[in-house]
């Protein structure tokens, strides 16, 4: 078996710093890598590139990690057995369809279309069920979450900073830092996008790279990520790793069970800042008591070792 994933080609594979698909493109190889699986990255943004590098090698699998990609799919040789992957913030959005017109007529559709060559792992069950309902068949569709990488980060039983909280994200308009940057107690990191977030402000600590990300997570009590769409985010199962609980919007609560130390915050809650900061000190006091407890169901869910695993088993069928 030989395997090939595509990545978008707009930043290079492994990050150094911002780059959740990347990220997740890196952790599929290295995890891969492990089980002595043959497998490839291309990171390239030009698709007519893509499809000559991949054509011109014996590849058993490609693996599409790029929404944008899809469009190389009837291209290629029909002896490759194409999966497809979608980490698109807003596919499961109500009303996709028609708030995000561009990205369903010329990328959600084009899935649709070339359903006889695609396999997709959808990263959670509401996008599974997205596809199907606009004729995807079911039994080619598996669901195969992202996973985090617990070898990597740093798990600190007594963190330096149980009074903070940390909102950790790409800092812009949909993940909304700017709706709560006046609530005290929350350090910001990321790198600045867009949005009237105040960059002056001293709750503001910049972006991290990723040795830093990996060893300062764990000091703090909590994450908050309170986005407008969210597919499977990352960094939340990064941050249940570390053993922070989790005060998170309905869009990035995909894969999480229901623990008193994750508090999903209504839709129509989101704007009510009294209500907001309640219940991040809530949860912040509860995670506290609780990392060990935290850290373990964590490993247990998002481990990437358990991930991969599944995921060969898949490709394997």
Known sequence: MKICL?????????????GAVE????????NLKKKNIDVTII??????????????????????MYDDHVVIVPFLKLDIKIFYTSHYAYIT????????QWYFKNIFLKVIENRDRIHINAISEEIKKKYIKHGFPENKINVVQNGARDDVFDFKENPINTSKSIYLAKIENR????????????????????????????????????????KNLSDYGNLILLSDGE?????VKEALLCGLGVVISECSAANLDSKDFITIIPNNKLDDIE?????????????????EVIRK?????????????????????
Do not use: C
């Open 297 to 317: 169901y964590g490993m247990e869910k998002f481990s990437w070792n358990n991930v991969i695993n599944k995921y060969v088993s898949i490709i394997n069928s």
């Open 175 to 214: 993940k909304r830092q700017y709706v709560y940057q006046n609530i005290n107690g929350i350090d910001f990191v990321g790198n600045y996008h867009d949005s009237t977030f105040n960059t002056s402000n001293k709750n503001y600590l910049g972006e991290w790279d990723k040795d830093k990300l990996y």
């Open 93 to 100: 959005q109500d009303g996709f369809e028609h708030k995000q």
């Open 275 to 291: 209500y907001v900061k309640k219940e991040i000190i809530k949860n912040r006091l509860t995670s506290i008591k609780n990392r």
């Open 6 to 18: 595509v990545g978008p080609g707009y930043k290079p594979i492994p990050p150094t710093g911002w």
């Open 43 to 64: 990171n390239n943004k030009n698709s007519n590139q893509v499809i000559q590098e991949i054509n011109s090698n014996n590849y058993t699998i490609v693996h599409i």
């Open 23 to 30: 990220s997740v493109v890196w952790d599929y190889y290295i």
């Open 231 to 235: 597919a499977d985010p990352l960094v």
